[in-house]
T-cell receptor, first 116, second 113 residues
Framework: IAGITQAPTSQILAAGRRMTLRCTQD?????MYWYRQDLGLGLRLIHY???????GKGEVPDGYSVSRANTDDFPLTLASAVPSQTSVYFC???????????????FGPGTRLTVL | GQQVMQIPQYQHVQEGEDFTTYCNSS?????IQWYKQRPGGHPVFLIQ?????EVKKQKRLTFQFGEAKKNSSLHITATQTTDVGTYFC?????????????FGAGTRLAVHP
């Protein structure tokens, strides 16, 4: 069982280019999340999805979009990358989508993105 | 919006010394989770605290949730080099969605042999 996979592992991108970060989980979890991690700021939620077909905005959604066409995949798209989007991006999932005690979140290995 | 303060930002200890990190919120929390991230790795769930005054132990790690459910601590007894990493608290405020965690900035622990 792989858990959560992310691709690419790392990427250097020219400003203004479009980029999609891929995330796939094989745990049949309802909820999925995208975070960015910057030094000194911890993890900040970009977008989330409580179940396939639904998405929501997190703390820092501007410049990013997501889709959740099925349970397993949750791609994150940067429509026109800017240098301030240089960060490490983590995808995560949890079993329940909403309601009840907070779920444990399981994180992928991350994508290191540099925008020049 | 909800903010959580985590202190210290960085702690350097000699192997065998104890270590404590604190997480503080200005508002009452539904629950709190703790995660560990090894250098170059991804966050890994350690524990969740839900009840006021709750104390949980995992071997050398002791987790506490304050009586007012506004603060928490993680204490490591007799640190080892395997404890190296960044420890994050993550909170669910009462007014937030159940799974919309807010992470503290983390405490980076360095352990010297």
């Amino acid at each position: 069982i792989a858990g959560i996979t992310q691709a690419p592992t790392s990427q250097i991108l020219a400003a203004g280019r479009r980029m999609t970060l891929r995330c796939t989980q094989d745990m049949r979890h309802n909820a999925m999340y995208w975070y960015r991690q910057d030094l000194g700021l911890g993890l900040r939620l970009i977008h989330y999805s409580n179940t396939a077909g639904t998405t929501g905005k997190g703390e820092v959604p501007d410049g990013y979009s997501v889709s959740r066409a099925n349970t397993d995949d949750f791609p994150l798209t940067l429509a026109s990358a800017v240098p301030s989007q240089t960060s490490v991006y983590f995808c995560a999932s949890s079993a329940r989508g909403s309601g009840g005690p907070t779920d444990t979140q399981y994180f992928g290995p991350g994508t290191r993105l540099t925008v020049l | 919006g909800q903010q959580v303060m985590q202190i210290p930002q960085y702690q350097h200890v000699q192997e065998g010394e104890d270590f404590t990190t604190y997480c503080n919120s200005s508002t009452t929390l539904s629950n709190i989770q703790w995660y560990k991230q090894r250098p170059g790795g991804h966050p890994v769930f350690l524990i969740q605290l839900v009840k006021s005054g709750e104390v949980k132990k995992q071997k050398r790690l002791t987790f506490q949730f304050g009586e007012a459910k506004k603060n928490s601590s993680l204490h490591i007894t007799a640190t080892q080099t395997t404890d190296v990493g960044t420890y994050f608290c993550a909170v669910t405020p009462f007014s937030g969605g159940y799974n919309k965690l807010i992470f503290g900035a983390g405490t980076r622990l360095a352990v010297h042999p």
